[in-house]
């Protein structure tokens, strides 16, 4: 999984990205590879980089070494032209607390060079309407509960067409309906292609949402792919039920992975955990039948991106029930 692609098919790509804060490396030689259309969840426990590889990705921050591109254009060098395509809600929202919902959002939209002011008002409008504010457009952000601050943090990246949203910690304070709304509005968004990357910590939301992932820790990266790729390296389990027990472990060991359980199972069932992530379920099947093994039951259980983050970091997440 090192999440192979060419630079055009890629959204973000980053190449040895590198920033340290005095002694401490917070990103150690970052290689990011997102694609183009792609829901991009971006995992790590507090502390493994996330942000700061957010920040430095849209120039936020310098980096101390290593490149960016987005789009294809070097990072931070094309800043001007990248940016108006980018819409970004990073380390949570922040808004003038005397002013509403809908002038706070006329304000920064005053402040973007880019923006049109003869659609000022219809894209306000439509940004609170598709996060669920428009009741609310008219109080003041001092009434706004966090989650509602929150999305009021998504419309205002959304008040322009975006080819890029990124998104950290986006259900930060969400209750249950909210969180679906941005569900709902993460997968619009991705249907009409966008690319969305979004940084979070919650498993339950990334599974939902997300095409492809990337896991950090300490400021590594130790795993990018597809959701299915991550779950299956190194975790998916194969039961096999037959009365030609022996047999099969004979193939299974010729296929290169290893039987557990004792030599003779008196309930015929053959298990061994799936190690060769190249080997696909079918063509370890196929190989059975080939050598005359008679199947009665063939289950392959994958592994959960729970397990397979703790297996790469050896630490516990936070995921919502």
Known sequence: MNGSGTSAALAIETSGLTKRFGRQTAVDSLDLAVPHGSVFGFLGPNGSGKTTTIRVMLGLAGATSGSVRIFGQEMPGHLRSVLPQVGALIEGPAFYPFLSGASNLHRLDTADRHAPAATRRRRVGEALERVGLTHAANKKVRAYSLGMKQRLGIANALLMPRQLLVLDEPTNGLDPQGTREVRSLVRSLAGGGTTVFVSSHLL??????????????AGKLVAQGTLDELRRVGLTHLSIQTPDAEAARAVLRR?????????????????????????????????????????RGFVVEAGSLEDRYVELTGEGFDVVQ
């Open 204 to 217: 339950s939301e990334v599974e939902q949402i997300c095409s492809h992932a990337a896991v950090m820790r």
């Open 255 to 295: 296929l290169g992975l290893e039987p557990e359980g004792p030599e003779a199972a008196l309930d015929g069932q053959v298990s061994t955990p799936m190690n060769r992530p190249e080997l696909l379920p079918e063509d370890i099947a196929a190989a059975l039948v080939a050598d005359g093994v008679r199947l």
